[in-house]
């Protein structure tokens, strides 16, 4: 009986530490995948052969579409394009909220959202946008000032 019940738990002692493996592969690989996201807008974004239009389709999530709104955003696309626009990629660093200095986020009001998957685009230490990212598309890259000095991401 001893040696039915060794050669048991050696049998499926490998299973339970292979359940938990598995478990924080998906825990990570699930936090990677915001920044996933992000790096693959920015990129698609600094392609400047892809259309804004079909960049907004593909990356954005819009909830109430009109077409003020589309407009608007298309804009704001084609403001962050021309602040990437010919700089050199290698020196694009996107950072998570949690990267983030204490100074950097005191001024941001998350109402909410998940700060896992709030992103901060860099190029040369300068902010160039703010992402959020939702499941595998871009909730939103507008993050505004609301007063009192706070700001906060808007979706769309």
């Known amino acids: 009986m001893k ?3 060794l050669y048991f738990l050696l049998f499926t002692s490998p299973l339970f530490t292979f359940a938990q493996y598995e478990h924080d592969d998906q825990h990570q690989s699930s936090s990677a995948n915001g920044m996933d996201v992000a ?8 392609n400047t052969e892809i259309p804004l239009d079909v960049i907004l389709s593909q990356w954005v999530i819009v909830t109430e579409p009109s ?8 804009v704001s696309l084609e403001e962050i394009r021309l602040n990437l626009t010919y700089k050199n990629f290698d020196q694009i660093e996107i950072k998570s909220y949690n990267e983030l200095s204490r100074k950097e986020v005191r001024d941001i009001d998350p109402e909410g959202l998940n700060v896992n998957n709030m992103y901060f685009i ?5 902010l160039v946008t703010s992402i959020y ?4 598309k871009i909730g939103s890259f507008t993050l505004v000032s609301k007063g009192d000095d706070m ?6």
Request: glycine share 6%.
């Open 122 to 126: 860099y190029y040369q230490g300068r």
């Open 3 to 5: 040696r039915f019940l």
């Open 151 to 156: 700001a906060h991401f808007v979706t769309y």
């Open 67 to 74: 077409d003020e709104l589309y407009d608007y955003l298309e």
């Open 133 to 136: 990212v939702e499941g595998d």
């Open 39 to 46: 790096w693959d807008f920015i990129a698609d974004l600094n």
